[in-house]
Nanobody, 111 residues
Framework: QVQLVESGGGFVSPGGSLRLSCAASGTSFRQYAAWYRQAPGKQREKVAH???????YYEDSVKGRFTISRDNAVNTVYLQMNSLKPEDTDVYYC??????WGQGNQVTVSS
Protein backbone atom coordinates (compact mmCIF):
# COMPACT_ATOMS: atom_id res chain seq x y z
CA GLN A 1 0.00 0.00 0.00
CA VAL A 2 1.37 3.38 -1.02
CA GLN A 3 1.31 6.01 1.68
CA LEU A 4 2.77 9.48 2.06
CA VAL A 5 3.01 10.90 5.58
CA GLU A 6 3.72 14.58 6.03
CA SER A 7 5.14 16.42 9.00
CA GLY A 8 6.65 19.77 9.91
CA GLY A 9 3.86 22.28 9.43
CA GLY A 10 2.71 24.74 12.03
CA PHE A 11 2.55 28.39 12.99
CA VAL A 12 5.36 30.85 12.28
CA SER A 13 5.83 34.61 12.28
CA PRO A 14 6.48 36.47 9.03
CA GLY A 15 10.10 36.10 8.01
CA GLY A 16 10.40 32.77 9.77
CA SER A 17 11.20 29.32 8.43
CA LEU A 18 9.64 25.88 8.41
CA ARG A 19 10.67 22.58 6.86
CA LEU A 20 8.04 20.18 5.63
CA SER A 21 8.84 16.49 5.31
CA CYS A 22 7.00 13.79 3.41
CA ALA A 23 7.95 10.17 4.01
CA ALA A 24 6.89 7.53 1.49
CA SER A 25 6.14 3.88 2.01
CA GLY A 26 5.35 1.49 -0.81
CA THR A 27 6.79 3.89 -3.36
CA SER A 28 9.75 6.24 -3.81
CA PHE A 29 10.44 9.79 -4.90
CA ARG A 30 13.29 8.83 -7.24
CA GLN A 31 11.35 9.68 -10.40
CA TYR A 32 9.39 12.71 -9.28
CA ALA A 33 8.17 14.53 -6.22
CA ALA A 34 6.18 17.70 -5.82
CA TRP A 35 4.70 19.99 -3.23
CA TYR A 36 1.35 21.69 -3.74
CA ARG A 37 -0.64 24.08 -1.61
CA GLN A 38 -4.29 24.91 -1.36
CA ALA A 39 -6.24 27.70 0.30
CA PRO A 40 -9.93 27.28 1.23
CA GLY A 41 -12.12 27.61 -1.83
CA LYS A 42 -9.18 27.71 -4.22
CA GLN A 43 -7.56 25.23 -6.58
CA ARG A 44 -4.55 23.28 -5.45
CA GLU A 45 -1.44 24.82 -7.00
CA LYS A 46 2.03 23.43 -7.50
CA VAL A 47 4.72 25.06 -5.41
CA ALA A 48 7.75 23.04 -6.46
CA HIS A 49 8.82 19.79 -8.01
CA UNK A 50 12.00 17.77 -8.43
CA UNK A 51 12.50 15.38 -11.32
CA UNK A 52 14.66 12.27 -11.62
CA UNK A 53 17.42 14.38 -13.17
CA UNK A 54 17.31 16.66 -10.11
CA UNK A 55 15.91 19.47 -12.23
CA UNK A 56 13.68 21.58 -10.02
CA TYR A 57 10.74 23.86 -10.64
CA TYR A 58 9.43 26.63 -8.39
CA GLU A 59 6.31 28.71 -8.64
CA ASP A 60 7.30 32.34 -9.13
CA SER A 61 6.15 33.59 -5.74
CA VAL A 62 8.40 31.15 -3.85
CA LYS A 63 11.55 31.32 -5.97
CA GLY A 64 14.57 32.14 -3.86
CA ARG A 65 12.68 31.36 -0.63
CA PHE A 66 11.67 27.69 -0.90
CA THR A 67 13.89 24.70 -1.66
CA ILE A 68 12.72 21.20 -2.55
CA SER A 69 15.05 18.29 -1.89
CA ARG A 70 14.87 14.54 -1.36
CA ASP A 71 16.74 11.80 0.39
CA ASN A 72 16.31 8.57 -1.58
CA ALA A 73 17.91 6.54 1.21
CA VAL A 74 14.93 7.26 3.47
CA ASN A 75 12.28 7.83 0.78
CA THR A 76 11.60 11.36 1.98
CA VAL A 77 11.08 14.65 0.20
CA TYR A 78 11.47 18.01 1.92
CA LEU A 79 10.35 21.56 1.40
CA GLN A 80 12.51 24.13 3.17
CA MET A 81 10.54 27.37 3.42
CA ASN A 82 12.38 30.54 4.38
CA SER A 83 11.34 34.20 4.58
CA LEU A 84 7.75 33.10 5.00
CA LYS A 85 4.98 35.56 4.25
CA PRO A 86 1.34 35.64 5.39
CA GLU A 87 0.31 34.80 1.83
CA ASP A 88 2.14 31.47 2.18
CA THR A 89 -0.55 30.38 4.63
CA ASP A 90 -2.13 27.27 3.14
CA VAL A 91 -2.46 23.53 3.48
CA TYR A 92 0.58 21.93 1.84
CA TYR A 93 0.46 18.52 0.15
CA CYS A 94 3.22 16.29 -1.16
CA UNK A 95 2.70 14.27 -4.33
CA UNK A 96 4.48 11.38 -6.00
CA UNK A 97 4.71 10.11 -9.57
CA UNK A 98 2.08 7.40 -9.10
CA UNK A 99 -0.59 9.96 -8.22
CA UNK A 100 -0.72 9.56 -4.45
CA TRP A 101 -1.10 12.59 -2.18
CA GLY A 102 0.03 13.23 1.34
CA GLN A 103 -2.56 13.97 3.99
CA GLY A 104 -1.96 17.72 3.97
CA ASN A 105 -0.18 19.89 6.49
CA GLN A 106 -1.32 23.33 7.65
CA VAL A 107 1.20 26.16 7.45
CA THR A 108 0.13 29.43 9.05
CA VAL A 109 2.23 32.59 8.78
CA SER A 110 0.98 35.37 11.00
CA SER A 111 2.13 37.97 13.46
Amino acid sequence: QVQLVESGGGFVSPGGSLRLSCAASGTSFRQYAAWYRQAPGKQREKVAHIADTNITYYEDSVKGRFTISRDNAVNTVYLQMNSLKPEDTDVYYCFEAGGVWGQGNQVTVSS
